[in-house]
C-alpha cells in the first residue's frame, strides 16, 4: 500500500484540484491518502504557508503547488514496481 499525505488548506483552488487529481490517479491502486490542514498545525503553516498542496508519496515530498494526472499516476506506478 502506497501512503500519501496531502498538505492543503481549505478554499484553495489548488488544493481541490490536486485531490481531483488523486481520485483520477489512484483508481486501482492501493493507497492510503491522509489530507492534513496545515491551518490547524502552527509548524506546517509555518513551513508551507502558501506553498500548497504539497503530496507526500511513501514520506517524500514529491509534488507541490500542481501535478498532471499522467506523472503521479507514473510515480504511483514507480513505488509498485511496475
Do not use: W
Request: charged content about 35%; proline content about 2%; glycine content about 6%.
Amino acid at each position: 500500500m502506497i501512503k500519501l499525505e496531502l498538505l492543503s488548506k481549505s478554499e484553495c483552488y489548488l488544493c481541490e484540484e490536486m485531490k481531483r487529481v488523486l481520485s483520477r490517479a489512484t483508481q486501482g491502486i492501493d493507497v492510503n491518502l491522509r489530507e492534513v490542514d496545515i491551518e490547524l498545525e502552527p509548524e506546517l503553516l509555518e513551513r508551507y504557508g502558501e506553498q500548497i498542496p504539497v503530496l507526500f508519496v511513501n514520506g517524500v515530498e514529491v509534488f507541490k503547488h500542481c501535478v498532471t494526472e499522467g506523472k503521479l499516476r507514473s510515480r504511483l506506478l514507480h513505488e509498485i514496481g511496475e
